[in-house]
């Protein structure tokens, strides 16, 4: 007997949802090619741990960039692995429920419902990240009161101002933790001459970074490869080059909180100084993330209980309420 399958389809991370089970995996959202015959060597973890450390015939890939799929093919591959991993056989095709970022186009739409029944599924549908998150973190979206949701994801970030199980405004920029990765790269790569990776960058970002001063500032040691002399170099970082590096796409991000607010109605924007803000994903676990927020806007903001889980437990909920649910899939007509 198929089981309805819901996949918070992330640039960073892939979560799998069974309905009656809960989430039974949780990935990086990377695999790993043999370039000369294309053939998948690793998915998720173990193609992560290979990024930076492979021979050049073996490339590891993420198949979507700021929330699009870059490469068609590796995404089908990586969904039909997915789908394999949980149980999925030509004997059994799920129902699939895929949590995308609402900025995507509609091509864009069709190619994840493609790929993902090419990949094994007898049916697809979409929904919007921010509505997931918003029913996985138990606010009353169906209530006439403001619910704000702010999802910081690998490639995006998106605010959304839900009433009524409907969004009313939405901002999404295609800006996210990678983003900050990158751009800790590009300041050492500047400042000191040396070359870093994308998981050394993510451990600095995680270790010393964040978005507002804090009390328990500490230094970071930083290994990398000097550009000059091609020889190992080690430099300290301090907190406050990390908050210089990762300025601009902070500003970004609090930006488009900002501009979603402004496009609330008063009556909306009065009921958030009680509800405040809520902000899901990796991207917002960067700390003094939620005080630069609050001080820009004047509106509080909380995290919720589980930041990384929320959408795909929140597309969870919708499969095990199928049929009352089902309205708040995306359109995915061309």
């Not at 998915?43 to 198949?63: C, E, K, L, N």
């Not at 004997?91 to 609402?102: A, D, E, M, T």
């Not at 109605?265 to 991207?283: H, R, W």
């Amino acid at each position: 007997m198929a089981r309805d399958l819901a996949i918070d389809l992330g640039t960073a991370n892939t979560l799998v949802y069974v309905r009656g089970e809960g989430i039974v995996l949780n990935e990086p959202s990377v695999i790993a090619l043999n370039s000369r015959n294309k053939e998948v060597l690793a998915m998720g973890r173990d193609a992560w741990q290979m990024i930076g450390r492979t021979p050049s015939y073996i490339v590891a890939v993420r198949p979507l960039r700021k929330g699009a799929i870059t490469d068609f093919e590796v995404t089908q591959e990586m969904i039909r692995l997915l789908l394999k991993r949980v149980g999925v056989n030509r004997f059994n095709r799920p129902r699939v429920v895929i949590c995308v970022p609402s900025a995507i186009t509609a091509v864009e739409r069709r190619a994840v419902i493609e790929a993902t029944k090419r990949a094994g599924a007898a049916d697809a549908h979409l929904l919007e990240q921010p509505m997931a998150a918003a029913i996985g973190a138990g606010l009353p979206i169906n209530e006439p009161i403001a619910n704000m949701v702010v999802d910081i994801g690998g490639g995006t970030a998106e605010t959304a101002l839900i009433s009524l199980g409907g969004i009313v405004s939405l901002r999404a920029v295609r800006v996210g933790s990678f983003d900050l990765d990158a751009a800790i790269i590009t300041y050492i790569r500047r400042e000191y001459g040396i070359a870093i990776g994308e998981q050394t960058a993510e451990e600095i970002k995680v270790t010393i970074g964040s978005a507002e001063q804090t009390d328990d500032e500490v230094c970071a040691e930083v290994r990398g490869r000097e550009l000059m002399s091609g020889l190992p170099r080690t430099v300290l970082l301090t907190p406050e080059e990390v908050r210089e590096a990762i300025a601009e796409p902070v500003s970004t991000i609090v930006d488009s909180v900002l501009s979603c607010l402004g496009e609330a109605p008063p009556e909306l924007a009065q009921d958030l100084i009680s509800q405040g803000i809520n902000l899901v994903g990796g991207g917002a676990l960067l700390k003094g993330l939620d005080i630069r927020i609050a001080n820009a806007s004047g509106v509080p903001v909380q995290m919720v209980r589980q930041p990384l889980e929320a959408v795909v437990l929140g597309a969870g909920r919708v499969i095990e309420s199928y049929e009352s649910l089902k309205v708040m899939f995306m359109d995915s007509r061309v």
